[in-house]
């Protein structure tokens, strides 16, 4: 059923254009493994155009008045929301995941823009009082300059209205790449803010050849600010990218998430919980609950709650109202967690549930528990970026915090206990970013999302979000 699936386009310079004579890469349905449609790869002569146009774009944005770029970005937010049944199914059909969860991130994303309109108005700066008589010193915050921002497939709505509407909202041009499997969200996003009266130039979309087209626009004089959201490995590889130029970036990559559960926690919670949100989105979220490290009085009650939650999802074509785990995106990602179990059995690992693909037409693969993982077994190591869940038990809070920081990633972490003590303790001594006590919902548009260690550096959302866009510069006037 590809009938409310939109065309797929280009959009430069205000224009938005068809494949004609360009490459096109297939936009598969990830239930049914059916083409959805094909999106045209941008030419090297139109990323040129996109450099082109992103520069002037900039000189006007960044001097509207803020009111008026709040009034655009709230404008898109209202048309994103108007919108959003349309676009919610779009990213089932590309992405799969279920169609409340999709719903959920496009109104999620909608609140982004309608956030940061607000922060448009408080681009404030300072006055410094001079130490020299008849001198009056300011400290202005400005916007950074055109930026280059590359985001994943997995969360075709979040990721780039993340990085959109601060941006935007501090009055910087963006050239958006989004992931090649999942772009028809985007390009809604893209239009709900055309519609909204978005100027030509300032948003621009292109897709392509990833390396290339990271490639062409990091090196681009015109480029003054990178972002991304991906795995680690291209994360190192566009900051030396953007190293050369001497651009800054903000890095939101992978994590491996740890959840602490202590004996005095609500085990029933943290399990029930604990299996949907491992669960979500496949498990193809980086911010995901990976690692359950439960103390060793609750081990067993906690293994029973989880696998139970665990086999009671069901498993099915995200349109289908009744499903609450899609298919993963692509085949890579199934032949992936077949490869990460079968290593972990080989190791030692007990399967408690699931463990295979499930056949049919989509990349449906069973949710799954380990446990008894030897510390050899590579999902003990990697971002599994799937529907599997690690159970281990641990002792005391010294060595459960250990297993929790062994690894180099750093973004999200969970901790359940109802000892004040403790909460502090390991909210403290946890290193990731991202620290959710008693909970799993650690999202929000007025709060810092970023990682720490290798998940990345830079903060997207809240009031640190827009900074990553603003520059610094001290007028001093005697
Ligand atoms: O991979 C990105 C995770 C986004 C999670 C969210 O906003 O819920």
Known sequence: MNGNYDPLYLFINGEWI?????????????????ELGRVPLATTADLDRALAATQPAFNAWRTTAPNERARVLKRGAELMRERAEHIATLMTLEEGKPLVES????????????????????????????????????????????????????????????????????????IIKPGEESPATALALARALDDAGLPKGVLQVVFGVPDDVSRHLIASPVIRKVTFTGSVPIGRLLSARAAEGVKPITLELGGHGPVLVFDDADVQRAAVEGAANRFRGTGQVCISSTRFL?????????????????????????????????????????????????????????????????????????PTVLANVPMQAKIMHEEPFGPIAVLMAFDELAQGLQEANRLPYGLSAYAFTSNARTAIDVADGLEAGMIGINQYRIVATELPFGGMKESGHGSEGGVEGIEYYLTHKFISQA
């Open 18 to 34: 068809g494949a004609s004579e360009r490459d096109t890469a297939s936009v598969v349905n990830p239930a049914t493994r059916q």
């Open 294 to 366: 439960v103390q060793r009085g609750v081990y067993d009650e906690f293994r029973e709650q989880f696998v139970k939650a665990t086999r009671a999802l069901k498993v099915g074509n995200g349109l289908d109202p009744d499903t609450q785990v899609g298919p993963l995106a692509n085949p890579r990602q199934l032949e992936k967690m077949q490869a990460l179990i079968a290593d972990a059995v080989a190791c030692g690992a007990t399967v408690l549930t699931g463990g295979k693909a499930i056949d049919g037409a989509g990349y449906f693969f069973e």
């Open 103 to 174: 719903r959920d991130e496009v109104l999620r994303a909608a609140e982004y823009f309608e956030w940061f309109a607000e922060e448009a108005k408080r681009i404030d700066g300072r006055v410094v009082p001079a130490n020299r008589p008849g001198v009056q010193q300011l400290v202005k915050r400005q916007a950074i300059g055109p930026v280059a921002a590359f985001t994943p497939w997995n969360f075709p709505a979040i990721t780039p209205a993340r990085k959109l509407a601060a941006a935007l909202a501090a009055g910087c041009s963006v």
